[in-house]
Nanobody
Framework: QVQLVESGGGLVQAGGSLRLSCAAS????????MGWFRQAPGKEREFVTT????????YYADSVKGRFTIVRDNAKNTVYLQMNNLKPEDTAVYYC???????????????WGQGTQVTVSS
């Protein structure tokens, strides 16, 4: 099973940008679909975006479409989430996740990182 470690969270003003990183262990990273999910206080964890094993196909939640971009570098075993034009409602703990299934079948995402906090002030 792949091990995931997120970094890059922090405090930013509304309208600002952050880039999250997720470093994965193991040589099988390139076989995994990868994704980002988030959980705000008092709410359930929700889907943000996913990417196919080769980086070609991407899937975004409507709430982040046009503002967030997911990319991966299989040579570095890393997936990134570029977040632009951040809003206070983007405040949450962001989790990296991995799946050996299709990037657009969310129930198969069953390997999780520990999460990184993103706080957007108004």
């Amino acid at each position: 099973q792949v091990q995931l470690v997120e970094s890059g969270g922090g405090l930013v003003q509304a309208g600002g940008s952050l880039r999250l990183s997720c470093a994965a262990s193991g040589r099988a990273f390139r076989y995994y679909s990868m994704g980002w999910f988030r959980q705000a206080p008092g709410k359930e964890r929700e889907f943000v975006t996913t990417i196919s094993w080769n980086g070609v196909d991407k899937y975004y939640a409507d709430s982040v479409k046009g503002r967030f971009t997911i990319v991966r570098d299989n040579a570095k075993n890393t997936v990134y989430l570029q977040m632009n034009n951040l809003k206070p409602e983007d405040t949450a703990v962001y989790y990296c996740a991995a799946s050996l299934g299709s990037y657009n079948y969310l129930p198969n995402f069953n390997s999780w990182g520990q999460g990184t906090q993103v706080t957007v002030s108004s």
